[in-house]
C-alpha cells in the first residue's frame, strides 16, 4: 500500500469512528472542545433565557449544557446515533430532529428562531449548497435575529500545525475568512466575524460570524 493510500485508508477509518457519539465527543474534549463552547456561547451566541435557537448540524448536542437554562432548543442531525445520544442526555431540556439539513423544511422545525446556529457545518458545504441553507435559515430567524457560524479557517500564516490538522477535517470546503465572509454576505447585509487561534488545547484557528438583517428576495 502506497503512503497516500494508506493514508487515505487511515482518514477513512478514523471519519466511522467520529459518526460514534461517544468516540466524537470524547475527541473534542480530550481536545479542549468544553472551553471553545463556552465561549462560543457566551461571546457569540449570546442567547437569553426565553430565546428560541436552531442547532443546524447539532451533533450530539453538545452546545446545549453552555445554552442559559430556559432556551427554547431544536436540534437537527443526519446521524440518527447523534440525535439518539442528544435526546438521551438532553432530551428534557431541547427537542431533537433526524434530519438533512440540506433539506430544511420550515414547517417542520418550527420558528421562527432567534438564533440559528450552524458549528462546524459551512466547512462541509460548496458554493451553492451554503448559499440554499443560509437562505432557509433566514426565512426562519424572528425580526432581529442571526446565524451565528463556527468553522476551521485557514489564514496566513497560521501555524504549522493548526494547517496540518485542518487540511485533515472531515470537511473539504474550509474556506479563507474572505470565502466564508462572501457566501454570508450574499444573504445577509450585516456580517461580524473574527479568526480566533485560543479556542482549542492543540494549535487551531476557528472562524466565527454572526450574520443579521437578510437581504430580501424577490418573492419572500
Same mark, same amino acid.
Given at each position: ?95 431533537? !430532529? ?5 433539506? &430544511?423544511? $420550515? ?5 421562527? *428562531? @432567534?438564533? /440559528? %446556529? ?15 441553507? !443560509? ?5 426562519? &430567524?424572528? $425580526? ?5 457560524? *463556527? @468553522?476551521? /479557517? %485557514? ?66
Amino acid at each position: 500500500m502506497s503512503g497516500d493510500a494508506g493514508r487515505a485508508h487511515s482518514d477513512a477509518g478514523l471519519k466511522r469512528l467520529l459518526l460514534l457519539p461517544a468516540i466524537y465527543s470524547g475527541l473534542q474534549r480530550l481536545l479542549g472542545a468544553e472551553r471553545s463552547r463556552a465561549v462560543f456561547s457566551r461571546d457569540y451566541i449570546a442567547a437569553q433565557p426565553g430565546d428560541s435557537v436552531l442547532d443546524l448540524g447539532c451533533g450530539a448536542g453538545d452546545i446545549l449544557p453552555h445554552l442559559p437554562e430556559g432556551v427554547r432548543y431544536t436540534g437537527i442531525d443526519i446521524n440518527p446515533s447523534y440525535i439518539e445520544s442528544a435526546a438521551a442526555r438532553f432530551g428534557a431540556r431541547g427537542h431533537f !430532529l433526524v434530519g438533512d439539513v440540506a433539506e &430544511l423544511d $420550515p414547517v417542520s422545525v418550527g420558528g421562527p *428562531f @432567534d438564533r /440559528v %446556529l450552524m458549528v462546524a457545518l459551512l466547512h462541509h458545504l460548496d458554493g451553492a449548497e451554503a448559499e440554499s441553507l !443560509l437562505a432557509s435559515a433566514a426565512r426562519l &430567524l424572528s $425580526p432581529g435575529g442571526s446565524v451565528v457560524t *463556527f @468553522d476551521c /479557517v %485557514l489564514v496566513e500564516r497560521q501555524p504549522r500545525m493548526a494547517r496540518f490538522l485542518i487540511e485533515r477535517d472531515r470537511g473539504r470546503r474550509v474556506r479563507t475568512p474572505e470565502g466564508y465572509r462572501a457566501v454570508l454576505g450574499r444573504e445577509f447585509e450585516k456580517v461580524e466575524d473574527e479568526v480566533r487561534h485560543d479556542l482549542l488545547r492543540v494549535p487551531y484557528t476557528h472562524y466565527i460570524a454572526r450574520a443579521s438583517r437578510p437581504r430580501l428576495r424577490r418573492g419572500s
